[in-house]
């Protein structure tokens, strides 16, 4: 396995709420706790981008959106080659064109063509003992088709 990315597996958290996606995209980015659940509101608002670089400047970083990049993969790939995680606001699968998700790419096999992914709708945990770092790996055919969005949100990314 040759990989482009984040070398270090992140601590591993639990994840019992599958619509907080971008509290636990922006715990496993800063690779610390970012939840606190006795402050959540009772009803959950969409994470939208500048919602997720607010999150990230509430904890003194600063975070970059892209929209809609020429070469989707290769910006990507890019961003992995200097150890960059990248945050993706994605469909939840492609016959759900509406129902968005945030997911993190931590890595990419070039030999494999895959990459290695946290998804908090994935298992219990951000990490599989199976993988380098992540829970989930996708195909770049795969990654691309959740990653398409729908007009207003085509290709859109986060990165610290």
Not at 46 to 66: D, N, Q, Y
Not at 108 to 117: K, R, Y
Request: hydrophobic share 45%; with cysteine.
């Amino acid at each position: 396995m040759a990989l482009i990315g984040v070398r270090k597996a992140p601590h591993r958290f639990s994840h019992p709420n599958k619509l907080l996606c971008g509290s636990y995209v922006v715990e496993l980015m800063l690779d610390r706790k970012f939840v606190d659940w006795r402050r959540r509101p009772a009803v959950l608002k969409p994470t939208l981008p500048w919602t997720l670089t607010k999150m990230f400047r509430k904890s003194g970083k600063v975070a970059t959106v892209m929209f809609r990049h020429p070469d989707p993969l290769g910006w990507l790939k890019q961003e992995l080659t200097r150890r960059r995680p990248v945050a993706l606001f994605v469909r939840v699968s492609p016959r759900l064109p509406v129902a968005l998700h945030w997911i993190v790419v931590l890595a990419f096999d070039d030999i494999t063509e895959e990459f290695l992914v946290y998804d908090s709708r994935v298992g219990l945990s951000s990490v599989d003992p199976s993988l380098p770092v992540g829970n989930t790996k996708m195909s770049s055919t795969y990654l691309l088709e959740v990653w398409h969005g729908f007009p207003f949100f085509q290709y859109v990314a986060v990165t610290i």
